[in-house]
């Protein structure tokens, strides 16, 4: 998906993985049915964004501020 989004061309590794990894949790659960899934973050050591994805397990990805879309 983020691929095919010029304006996310821009973004940095950990931010496009993480929205890789939603994207592939997406597909797998339509695919399967159905599925949960939840997403949280917070702000940790210099000013990283630490993003949760649980779907079955946690997928943790810290995002540096300067790969967030500006």
Do not use: W
Request: charged share 30%; proline share 6%.
């Amino acid at each position: 998906m983020s691929k095919n989004v010029p304006y996310l061309q821009q973004e940095g590794p950990q931010f496009l993985e993480a929205l890789d990894r939603l994207e592939q949790i997406f597909r797998d659960g339509l695919r399967h049915g159905h599925f949960r899934c939840s997403i949280t973050s917070s702000i940790g050591k210099d000013k990283r964004r630490e993003l949760v994805i649980e779907a079955g397990r946690s997928h943790k990805f810290n995002i540096p501020e300067e790969e967030l879309p500006s």
